[in-house]
Nanobody
Framework: QVQLVESGGGLVQFGGSLRLSCAAS????????MGWYRQAPGKQREWVAR???????NYAHSMKGRFTISRDNAKNTVYLQMNSLKPEDTAVYYC?????????WGQGTQVTVSS
């Protein structure tokens, strides 16, 4: 069973950047399309970005132009580069398959953006 472990979160100021990583214990090629999701305090989990097996990407509207998702199949790792961060980006960020599958939810990584 492949497990996904997120890392790279932290505290950053308004306008700053962070790069999140999602390391898989097995092949992400076997999973297929991958996605990043987030859950802010008191809110439902929402989709952030998607990358297909072939490398095509899609973003939620509010992240477009600021976030970049990428994958390294050789390293079984998915990344999320986040620039121009805003306080409303504060959330726990998770990676998962796209669409998400229950068995892949991990602990996530906390991102906090101060104003």
């Amino acid at each position: 069973q492949v497990q996904l472990v997120e890392s790279g979160g932290g505290l950053v100021q308004f306008g700053g950047s962070l790069r999140l990583s999602c390391a898989a214990s097995g092949s992400i090629v076997s999973i297929g399309d991958m996605g990043w999701y987030r859950q802010a305090p008191g809110k439902q989990r929402e989709w952030v970005a998607r990358i297909t097996s072939g490398g095509s990407t899609n973003y939620a509207h509010s992240m477009k132009g600021r976030f970049t998702i990428s994958r390294d199949n050789a390293k079984n790792t998915v990344y999320l580069q986040m620039n121009s961060l805003k306080p409303e980006d504060t959330a726990v960020y998770y990676c998962n398959a796209f669409p998400a599958k229950l068995r892949f939810w991990g602990q996530g990584t906390q991102v906090t953006v101060s104003s």
